[in-house]
T-cell receptor
Framework: GIQVEQSPPDLILQEGANSTLRCNFS?????LQWFHQNPWGQLINLFY???GTKQNGRLSATTVATERYSLLYISSSQTTDSGVYFC?????????FGTGTRLQVFP | SQTIHQWPATLVQPVGSPLSLECTVE??????LYWYRQAAGRGLQLLFY??????ISSEVPQNLSASRPQDRQFILSSKKLLLSDSGFYLC????????????FGEGSWLTVV
């Protein structure tokens, strides 16, 4: 089956710093989503991005489907950005999650 | 608008006891429904998915089962819980079709003691 890998596994930032999270997938996918899991476990949709670039405030994402990767950019990070970031890729009708990047932002 | 609810939010169960987690979706019809589990750490593992009433696909062999008695109801069950069943269980849905946006419920924390 499809493999979805994320890097880095852990990231520690000071408030105000920028970061880039990467998601690689091993096979063609129908689509890709980015999620943020907050400390209470809730999964929040960030982007639904099969290709191209999208922006939402301080966050943006780019997917290059032909090269099988997606990037999530966080600019001017805040302590509330802390948590685990997942990418998930669709393979036919199933969403397969990556291993996640745990982000800690300190004041 | 569509909403998804799952319950209970938290439960502590003894080894060998039964389990029933329930998930319902409102505001849509004929959704795809999913159960994921997140064990200690960070990965989410797909357990079951359903494309229609009575249609259940299991992704991994395990001590759990799923049922879809109604179009927008998805139930995760076990007859006898194991310690290894502890974890965070998430129900999710999306529209029928290829690769539509998926939405998650609030999750259920299960501790088997």
């Amino acid at each position: 089956g499809i493999q979805v890998e994320q890097s880095p596994p852990d990231l520690i930032l000071q408030e105000g710093a920028n970061s880039t999270l990467r998601c690689n997938f091993s096979d063609s996918v129908n689509n890709l989503q980015w999620f943020h899991q907050n400390p209470w476990g809730q999964l929040i949709n960030l982007f639904y991005i099969p290709s191209g670039t999208k922006q939402n405030g301080r966050l943006s994402a780019t997917t290059v489907a032909t090269e099988r990767y997606s990037l999530l950019y966080i600019s001017s990070s805040q302590t509330t950005d802390s948590g685990v970031y997942f990418c998930a890729a669709y393979n036919t009708d199933k969403l397969i999650f990556g291993t996640g990047t745990r982000l800690q932002v300190f004041p | 608008s569509q909403t998804i609810h799952q319950w209970p939010a938290t439960l502590v169960q003894p080894v060998g006891s039964p389990l029933s987690l329930e998930c319902t979706v409102e505001g849509t019809s004929n959704p795809n429904l999913y159960w994921y589990r997140q064990a200690a750490g960070r990965g989410l593992q797909l357990l079951f998915y359903s494309v229609g009433i009575g249609q259940i696909s299991s992704e991994v062999p395990q001590n759990l089962s799923a049922s879809r008695p109604q179009d927008r109801q998805f139930i995760l069950s076990s007859k006898k819980l194991l310690l290894s069943d502890s974890g965070f269980y998430l129900c999710a849905w999306n529209r029928q079709g290829s690769g539509n946006t998926i939405y998650f419920g609030e999750g259920s924390w299960l501790t088997v003691v």
